[in-house]
Each structure stands twice: as C-alpha cells, then as structure tokens.
T-cell receptor, first 117, second 111 residues
Framework: SAVISQKPSRDICQRGTSLTIQCQVD?????MFWYRQQPGQSLTLIAT?????????ESGFVIDKFPISRPNLTFSTLTVSNMSPEDSSIYLC??????????????FGEGSRLTVL | LAKTTQPISMDSYEGQEVNITCSHN???????ITWYQQFPSQGPRFIIQ???TKVTNEVASLFIPADRKSSTLSLPRVSLSDTAVYYC????????????FGKGTRLSVIA
C-alpha cells in the first residue's frame, strides 16, 4: 500500500490567481496521476506524471493551465493557473500500487478542495 | 478504452445484500475489473478486483460471467457505513492505459 499526503486540503482562491497542490507519497512510485472531481461528479484524469519527463495530459487539459512537476519518485505538484470559478473542484493525487498482487490498483490522497471566487 | 455503465443510484435497508451490476461490453482481453468505493470528502478506495469467475474478500464478492461483458459487486449485509459511491473500472496497467472512472453508483443505506 501507499500513503499519500496532499497539501493544501482545501483553499479558497481569487479569480485569476494560481495555486500549487503538493502530493507526497511514502514510497517511490513510477507514475503519479492527477484527477479532478467536480462537485457531484465522477473523477476525470487530468494527467499522468512520470519522473524525469514531461507529464502526459488527457484530452481537454493542457500544460499551460495545469503545469505539473515531478522532481523525484515520491513527490509531485499540480498547479491550477489563472483560476476561474469553473476550476472549483477537488483535485486528487493517485499512485499505482507497486508491490501488491492486484493489477493497476490505485491509491488516492484525500484530495485538495479548491473554491474559486 | 472500455466504457462502463452502472445504475446511477441504489437504495437498501441495513442488513440486506446489495448487488451492483456494471456493464463493460468492450472489455479487452488484458483488462481486469476493479471496484472502488468513495465516501464524501475522501479519495476512492480499492474494494476488489477480478478477471473472471468469482472473487471474494473480507469486504465483498465480485461475480464475472464467462463473456466478461458485465460484473456484479455483491456487498453482504450492508450497514449505514456502506453508504458511498461505488465505481467499476476496467483496464490493465494504468501506466499503459490510464484508468477511466465512470459515473459510479450512489448507494444509500437506510435504517
């Protein structure tokens, strides 16, 4: 299993500003995934972050809006840039279980709830 | 990517068995079927995974027919604390093909 810590757990932001969310894992992992969950909705994958290379973004998400860093195998950041009220969501960091017997089992952080005014 | 279809919501009384069925007609040969549970204000949590036939753990059972085009999550004797959203996902290694969450099933357990 993996323990994932996200910061901040929640924040209220002003329109036009940017916020960086941090994700710390208690073990080394190859890939980290960033999801967004809008109020009352399911999870949508934003991007996959590999250490040492640029993140891979899903359709509808771009690097200028959601820049991602992955400086080492236990840490990643997601920045939500030039925020608007439509960016109000829970942002979740996730990693794949590297040692378990289940294929592709994901562990999630508690999420970062952003409210943009 | 294999798409999944689940009921949007279900209600159950405490102590009953709950079965949530998921359709995944386009499941690929290498895909596993995985179910997650999500409580409010928390990230999803792994419940169970299977490839074919039946899998059982301390939390739930997963029934998968031979054609693998659907699966059923069975929760025995639910309690109020089982009220959550349940997601069915199909896929293999998320490093190869990122896992896609469907809309999930919102289970409400009432006393």
């Amino acid at each position: 299993s993996a323990v994932i810590s996200q910061k901040p757990s929640r924040d209220i932001c002003q329109r036009g500003t940017s916020l960086t969310i941090q994700c710390q894992v208690d073990s080394q992992v190859t890939m980290m995934f960033w999801y967004r969950q809008q109020p009352g909705q399911s999870l949508t994958l934003i991007a996959t972050a590999n250490q040492g290379s640029e993140a891979t973004y899903e359709s509808g998400f771009v690097i200028d809006k959601f820049p991602i860093s992955r400086p080492n195998l236990t840490f990643s950041t997601l920045t939500v840039s030039n925020m608007s009220p439509e960016d109000s969501s829970i942002y979740l960091c996730s990693v794949e279980d590297q040692e378990g017997s289940n294929t592709g089992e994901l562990f999630f952080g508690e999420g970062s709830r952003l409210t943009v005014l | 990517l294999a798409k999944t279809t689940q009921p949007i919501s279900m209600d159950s009384y405490e102590g009953q068995e709950v079965n949530i069925t998921c359709s995944h007609n386009n499941i690929a040969t290498n895909d596993y079927i995985t179910w997650y549970q999500q409580f409010p204000s928390q990230g999803p949590r792994f419940i169970i995974q299977g490839y074919k036939t039946k899998v059982t753990n301390e939390v739930a059972s997963l029934f998968i027919p031979a054609d693998r085009k659907s699966s059923t999550l069975s929760l025995p004797r639910v309690s109020l604390s089982d009220t959550a959203v349940y997601y069915c996902l199909v896929g293999d290694d998320p490093g190869n093909t990122p896992l896609v969450f469907g809309k999930g099933t919102r289970l409400s357990v009432i006393a």
